[in-house]
């Protein structure tokens, strides 16, 4: 039976080398404890949410070195993680997997959010594809955040294999959070 740590930590935005060693620290701690997966929230490598910063070249470059850096951690790890990813001109809200020090695949993030404080179709384009991984001979389904809510979403997923399903989420602080 494989074994899972969750980690929701409260990653700052924009600050990709302190999310990077908070996420580092996390990993190490867990393969001391004999965990092989590590789960880490959306957007966990730069905060959530990046907003413009994730239309910066420099931003996203470094994203790429954070998983470059996290990929060597993953000898006897596995780590999902959210962060923007880039194909092409496109930017996506990912979750990566990494595992004996490859990345093994992304998740895109397929239904953006658009109401209150979220703005995602601003800045991410949809992911077309579900993603399963395999580990322990168990296969997860990847989602993001608001795919979980959709019943469409998720009978796919299962259809697709998937017998359970890891959902990373975040959402931004406001005020009236607790009122709504």
Known sequence: MAKIKLIQENPIVGDIAGNLLKAKEEVMKAEKKGIDLVIFSEMF???????????????????????????????????????????????????????KKELKLIYSKQILPNYKEFDERRYFRAGEENKIIELDGIKFGLSICEDIWSEDYVKNLVTDGSEVIINLSASPFTITKKND
């Open 45 to 99: 490598l730069c905060g959530y949410p990046p907003e413009d910063l994730v239309l910066r070249s420099d931003f996203i470059k470094k994203i790429d070195d954070a998983i470059e850096e996290l990929k060597e951690l993953t000898s006897n790890i596995s780590i999902v993680i959210g962060a923007p990813s880039k194909k092409n001109n496109d930017i996506y809200n990912s979750a990566y997997f990494l595992e």
